[in-house]
T-cell receptor, first 113, second 116 residues
Framework: AQRVTQPEKLLSVFKGAPVELKCNYSYSGSPELFWYVQYSRQRLQLLLRHISRESIKGFTADLNKGETSFHLKKPFAQEEDSAMYYCALPAARFSGGYNKLIFGAGTRLAVHP | NAGVMQNPRHLVRRRGQEARLRCSPMKGHSHVYWYRQLPEEGLKFMVYLQKENIIDESGMPKERFSAEFPKEGPSILRIQQVVRGDSAAYFC??????????????FGSGTRLTVV
C-alpha cells in the first residue's frame, strides 16, 4: 500500500543550523513526491516537487529510490522557516492524472534565534 | 484572485446536528478535493469532485457524509448527525484539471469543526 512516513513530529534547531526533515515512502513504480508547508495561520502551500528539481527558499529535496526517501534539507535555517512541513505522494492515477494525495503526519520545524 | 475560499473558518455543532462546510474553488478551477485532518495526523483524502459529478469518493465514510459540487455555487461537504469523532480540520483544494496535483493544486484555509 502507498504510504508516507515522517518519523519526527517536532524538529527544533537554532538559526543558522542545517535542517533535514525526513520523509520515507512506500510506492510501487516511479513516484512523484512533494513537500507542502503550512506557516502559522496560513493555508497549506506547495513548497517543492521532486520532478522540477528546484530549490525554493533555500530548501532542496532529493529522491532516493534505494532508500525510498525524499528528505527536505536546508543548509542554514532561518526563523521564518518555522512551520509545519508535510511530505506527500500522489496516488490512484485516474484517466491519466492524479486525483488525490497521500500525506505524511507532518513535522513541525521550530527555528530558535 | 481570492484563492480557494472555505467557510466558515470555525464551526461548533452539538452531537446529532448537521454540519455544512463550503468551498469555493479558485477562479477557473473546476476540480475540487476535500481532505480531513484529525488531531496529530496528516491530511486524509475524502472525495474528488468536478462540476455536478463525484469522481472519487473512496475516502468518504460510508454513512452520514456527503459531498456535492453543483453547476452553480460552492462545493458543499455535509455531515449529518455529527459525533465527537467528526471533530477535525476539513480542507478543500482545487485545480484547473485532474492532473493539477503539484501543478495547480491550491488549498483553502480549512474549516475547524468542533462537536460538543
Amino acid at each position: 500500500a502507498q504510504r508516507v512516513t515522517q518519523p519526527e513530529k517536532l524538529l527544533s534547531v537554532f538559526k543558522g543550523a542545517p535542517v533535514e526533515l525526513k520523509c520515507n515512502y512506500s510506492y510501487s513504480g516511479s513516484p512523484e513526491l512533494f513537500w507542502y508547508v503550512q506557516y502559522s495561520r496560513q493555508r497549506l502551500q506547495l513548497l517543492l516537487r521532486h520532478i522540477s528539481r528546484e530549490s525554493i527558499k533555500g530548501f532542496t529535496a532529493d529522491l532516493n529510490k534505494g532508500e525510498t526517501s525524499f528528505h527536505l534539507k536546508k543548509p542554514f535555517a532561518q526563523e521564518e522557516d518555522s512551520a509545519m512541513y508535510y511530505c506527500a505522494l500522489p496516488a490512484a492515477r485516474f484517466s491519466g492524472g492524479y486525483n488525490k494525495l497521500i500525506f505524511g503526519a507532518g513535522t513541525r520545524l521550530a527555528v530558535h534565534p | 484572485n481570492a484563492g480557494v475560499m472555505q467557510n466558515p473558518r470555525h464551526l461548533v455543532r452539538r452531537r446529532g446536528q448537521e454540519a455544512r462546510l463550503r468551498c469555493s474553488p479558485m477562479k477557473g478551477h473546476s476540480h475540487v478535493y476535500w481532505y480531513r485532518q484529525l488531531p496529530e495526523e496528516g491530511l486524509k483524502f475524502m472525495v474528488y469532485l468536478q462540476k455536478e459529478n463525484i469522481i472519487d469518493e473512496s475516502g468518504m465514510p460510508k454513512e452520514r457524509f456527503s459531498a456535492e459540487f453543483p453547476k452553480e455555487g460552492p462545493s458543499i461537504l455535509r455531515i449529518q448527525q455529527v459525533v465527537r469523532g467528526d471533530s477535525a480540520a476539513y480542507f478543500c483544494a482545487s485545480s484547473p484539471s485532474q492532473a493539477g496535483i503539484g501543478y495547480g493544486y491550491t488549498f483553502g484555509s480549512g474549516t475547524r469543526l468542533t462537536v460538543v
